[in-house]
């Protein structure tokens, strides 16, 4: 599985003042570098490498290693880039679920029912705020049935004709 990261880099104080294309390139040239951004602040640059998990410690020890590198900080994109798609896949599920509730909630009808999905982790407070607000939906239908029922008694049906 491969991760993505962002390498954070102060180059010492030789290379700011000459060398500073060549240190660039020298950073492009390894494979798993996607760009190389220079900034200003506390960094000099700003890397963004993609590589399997288990490479990403050794690459920032290579990193590291040039001798015209002070510090590094390393930003780990939290989410994998191969889950991306589901991710995506989940989010437009949940949209069209979210539709079909509104349509059901228009139409009086029951709730669709939950898909058997299993909740991945780091989610679950977003699942039970769905839950949560289907319960005040469903508590807001019984109120405006229950007012609408009340309205409807058989006196005020006998005025109407």
Sequence with gaps: MATSAYLLIRASEA??????????EELWALPEVEYVEPVSNLYDCVIRVEAPTIRLTPLVHEVMAKGWVEDV??????????????????RMAKLRRRRQII???????????LS???PYAGHAA???AELEEARSLSRQLEIIMAH????????KAARDR
């Excluded at 060398?19 to 660039?24: D, I, N, P, S, V």
């Excluded at 609408?148 to 006196?155: A, G, N, S």
């Design 15 to 24: 290379v700011r003042q000459g060398g500073y294309l060549e240190a660039l």
């Design 73 to 90: 900080h390393v930003l780990r994109v939290d989410q994998p880039t191969e889950l991306a798609p589901e991710w995506e896949e989940a």
């Design 103 to 113: 349509r059901a909630y228009r139409a009086c009808l029951q709730r669709p029912p």
């Design 116 to 118: 058997a999905q299993r």
């Design 126 to 128: 977003a699942i039970r």
């Design 148 to 155: 609408y029922q009340k309205d409807r008694t058989p006196v």
